[in-house]
């Protein structure tokens, strides 16, 4: 038997309208599964959905994988009372928002500590992100953990660092994962060398369990491995290279798992990524 084929696309821009926007930029790139934002990235409103915009979305999402990517404010480790009750705030909306529009999953970044300790972080995870969990309905998005490139003070940057993080939130169900191939170079795992994919792939696995990983962001990296810099690439123009990423796609973690490019540049230099990508996985 084979493995299902793992769909991939891109993040799309919107312009227009959620579906009349994201949709016709998700054919103008070939992409097989897209990403969106239901809110401004880099701030906290919450806007409310359009009906017409969210029942086009629910109908492509019947043939095409969609995932929301939530700001990047959120922070539920920061020692503000504002960041926290702004980023619970923020999540809640966006389930909400990624269940209206037929989302399999919205991805959250796992946070930093800023200035306090690492177990008074966690401990805020746990009190805010856990009851989140537990509000999500049997058909809505999972909530999909994405570790960072290691900067600053990070509570998970490398795949081991999701251990103790799932286990702040009693490795709830509705807790998945999102791999960021340049987060992880970013964090230390040189998946440039030598089974570098297989093996932080396996210990991903082995840290989080089989079936955890929902989505994974492929993007090359412009910086050397460990370099705790969140720069991304063009698809084999980096520091990772091409190769890498066709071992990406033939681990058994990934059996039909959508991958999504979040690369630079216009529309053409995001086809061509998603074309590579496809041949690598192809194996042409």
């Not at 009906?51 to 109908?59: H, I, S, V």
Request: glycine share 10%; charged share 25%; with cysteine.
């Amino acid at each position: 038997m084979t493995s299902p084929t793992s769909p991939i696309g891109g993040h799309v821009l919107i312009s227009g309208g959620l579906a009349t926007g994201g949709l016709k930029y998700g054919a103008e790139i070939g992409a097989e599964t897209i990403q969106v934002f239901v809110t401004n990235p880099r701030g906290w409103a919450l806007p409310a959905g359009k009906p017409d915009e969210d029942a086009r979305m629910r109908a492509a999402a019947e043939e095409l994988p969609v995932f929301v990517h939530a700001n990047y404010l959120v922070n539920f480790g920061s020692p503000s009372e504002g960041t926290v009750e702004n980023s619970v705030a923020t999540v809640r909306h966006t389930l909400r928002r990624a269940a209206a529009i037929g989302a399999r999953g919205v991805v959250v970044h796992t946070g930093s500590a800023v200035s306090q300790s690492y177990d008074d972080a966690m401990k805020q995870v746990r009190e805010n992100l856990l009851p989140l969990l537990d509000e999500i309905p049997e058909d809505g998005p999972d909530l999909l953990l994405e570790p960072m490139a290691g900067q600053g003070r990070m509570l998970c940057a490398t795949v081991q660092d999701l251990g103790p993080y799932l286990d702040a939130l009693d490795r709830h169900p509705r807790a998945g994962v999102c791999l960021d191939t340049c987060h992880a170079f970013a964090a230390g795992h040189d998946l440039a060398a030598e089974n570098g994919v297989r093996d932080t792939l396996d210990a991903l696995v082995a840290t989080v369990g089989e079936g955890r990983l929902k989505f994974v962001h492929a993007n090359d990296s412009k910086d050397v491995c460990g370099a705790a810099k969140d720069r991304h690439e063009n698809i084999g123009k980096g520091h990772i290279g091409e190769r890498p990423f066709a071992e990406l796609m033939r681990h058994p973690a990934m059996a039909g798992v959508p991958v999504c490019i979040e690369t630079p540049g216009p529309a053409e230099k995001h086809r061509e990524d998603i074309e590579t990508l496809k041949r690598l996985r192809d194996g042409s």
